[in-house]
């Protein structure tokens, strides 16, 4: 019998025992054990941190800046509106600078004391996602239109 055959307690030959089957298994757990090593971080060879997804000269806007923006965009939609025209329609809005888009709809213009008063509610389309408002914006004296409120519906 060769030493490659060898019988085993229960009489079953078993090829590979001994030096060489110790061997392949020893080069088999390396082999192995380099899939599941751990690799050298960048940090740990001397690379920057890696930054994804940014532009360079941008500003990001502030939710209150974004939300001001907005009201004023629709304050100057509102104010402009030509209401025999927009009676009962729709009006949409947009701001270029923060992205944001929506409709004012149920304008309705009133006197308060002695001020031209227009109330509205408006639909608010952002990346923060979809929202409803009640407005007034209201003329001074000066001749100007200032918003007076602004709430979420």
């Known amino acids: 019998m060769t030493?490659?055959?060898?019988k085993d307690n229960l009489g079953?030959?078993?090829?590979?025992?001994?030096?060489?089957?110790?061997?392949?298994?020893?080069?088999?757990?390396?082999v192995a054990s380099g899939c599941t090593s751990r690799s050298p971080s960048l940090d740990s060879l001397g690379f920057d941190s890696i930054k994804t997804g940014s532009i360079s000269?941008?500003?990001?806007?502030?939710?209150?800046?974004?939300?001001m923006s907005d009201e004023?965009?629709?304050?100057n939609a509102v104010s402009s509106?030509?209401?025999?025209?927009?009676s009962g329609g729709r009006l949409a809005w947009a701001n270029s600078q923060t992205g944001s888009r929506g409709e004012v709809f149920?304008?309705?213009?009133?006197?308060?004391e002695?001020?031209?008063?227009?109330?509205?509610?408006?639909?608010r389309e952002s990346f923060q996602g979809?929202?409803?408002f009640r407005g007034e914006v209201c003329m001074s004296m000066a001749g100007e239109w200032w918003v007076r409120t602004f709430e979420a519906a």
């Open 130 to 132: 979809i929202s409803l």
């Open 106 to 112: 149920g304008v309705m213009e009133y006197m308060d």
């Open 57 to 67: 000269g941008g500003k990001a806007v502030a939710p209150d800046a974004e939300r």
């Open 3 to 6: 030493r490659s055959h060898r």
């Open 114 to 123: 002695t001020r031209l008063c227009r109330r509205f509610r408006v639909s």
């Open 12 to 30: 079953v030959r078993v090829p590979w025992r001994g030096k060489a089957a110790r061997a392949a298994v020893l080069a088999l757990a390396v």
């Open 81 to 86: 509106a030509n209401l025999d025209e927009v």
């Open 72 to 75: 004023t965009t629709i304050r």
